[in-house]
């Protein structure tokens, strides 16, 4: 399975452009899962270094994570504030200490403080559902992917089916 | 058995969706139906399969076509996982007599005595436009569905 959508400059980013190796993750901030694979994804920035670049795309499953869609409005208001990858971790880093079922309202108001983020910008963004679109157009685009769950990860626009724990190695591999 | 292939009329039936609600294929003639076999309610590689669909109800109406869900679980069993899932489309009970949908369309297994993990898109005149079985144990996505319902909107047979 590979992934149809080519990361442009419309992507959350981290690393070198040039970098050989790319990984792109659909995840959903309420998934324990995605919760659980974001050190491990830290991990394999840290051994890969300027070999890897690492992409975030939003695939939340409001259903069954009514949190999760705000959480990744919340993120993309952050990342107009120049802080996309602070509000990433720190929406996972929430989600591990005090379980995906406690964001909400209280933790991204939290987390807007601990990160000095304009809070209020923040609330009226999610309000208004500024960034719900692009969300969408994440979500859209990873089922067109073939994304049937969180997290997902494609590795150079391969389908990785490996456990986020193998993911360091399977990136050196390809080095 | 294999299951249906692209181009096989698609066998007519009517079964519950809920206790008191009787859903028949028919019912759709004129839209693209979206039939999704899955083996079981609560099984952890469906719940996410259904979870999935359950987000992208939004795309499938804009392309005119209706999800249904189906499996051998009884109205009440679909009604629980449905409620508990948030699920808001049809989920089917071709449980009475067990699989017999599903055996039409070559999606029955028998040594467990559960429906496959099937995907057929069938079109506004009751053909199927396409099928896929997928490993029973594996969440088949959607992009299968979505790139065979680009085909029917291509071709112009989608109402």
């Known amino acids: ?175 | 058995m294999a299951i249906l292939a692209a181009g096989s009329p698609a066998p007519d039936f009517s079964l519950s969706s809920t206790p008191d609600q009787r859903v028949s294929l028919s019912d759709f003639r004129g839209q693209t139906v979206v039939l999704a076999f899955y083996p079981a309610d609560w099984s952890p590689v469906c719940g996410d399969q259904m979870a999935l669909y359950n987000e992208m109800l939004g795309e499938f109406r804009r392309q005119n076509a209706q999800l249904l869900g189906i499996s051998v679980d009884g109205v009440w069993c679909h009604a629980a996982f449905a409620a508990d899932r948030k699920l808001h489309f049809p989920l089917l009970a071709d449980f009475e007599p067990k699989g017999s949908v599903a055996r039409q369309y070559g999606a029955y297994r028998e040594t467990e005595g559960v429906t496959e993990r099937a995907l057929f898109v069938i079109d506004a005149e009751g053909i199927v436009r396409w099928s896929y079985l997928s490993p029973v144990g594996v969440n088949p996505g959607a992009d299968g569905i979505f790139d065979a319902l680009d085909a029917l909107a291509t071709k112009g047979t989608r109402s």
């Open chain 1, 1 to 175: 399975m590979t992934l149809r959508r080519p990361v442009s400059e419309l992507d959350h980013i981290a690393g070198d452009a040039d970098a050989p190796l790319t990984l792109v993750e659909y995840g959903d901030y309420q998934c324990p899962h995605c919760a659980a694979a974001d050190p491990l994804v830290r991990a394999a920035q840290k051994a890969l270094g300027r070999d890897l670049r690492f992409v975030f795309r939003n695939f939340p499953l409001t259903e069954m994570h009514p949190a999760a869609e705000p959480a990744a409005e919340f993120a993309e208001s952050a990342a107009v504030q120049g802080k996309f990858w602070q509000a990433h971790d720190a929406i996972f880093a929430w989600s591990r200490r005090h379980g995906p079922p406690s964001l909400g309202p209280d933790a991204f108001a939290a987390i807007a403080q601990s990160l000095e983020l304009d809070g209020a910008q923040l609330e009226e963004d999610i309000e208004n559902h500024r960034y719900l679109e692009r969300i969408r157009d994440d979500f859209n685009g990873g089922v067109r992917s073939g994304v049937n769950g969180t997290p997902s990860f494609f590795i150079n626009g391969t389908r990785f089916d490996g456990g986020a724990d193998e993911l360091a190695d399977a990136l050196r591999a390809l080095l």
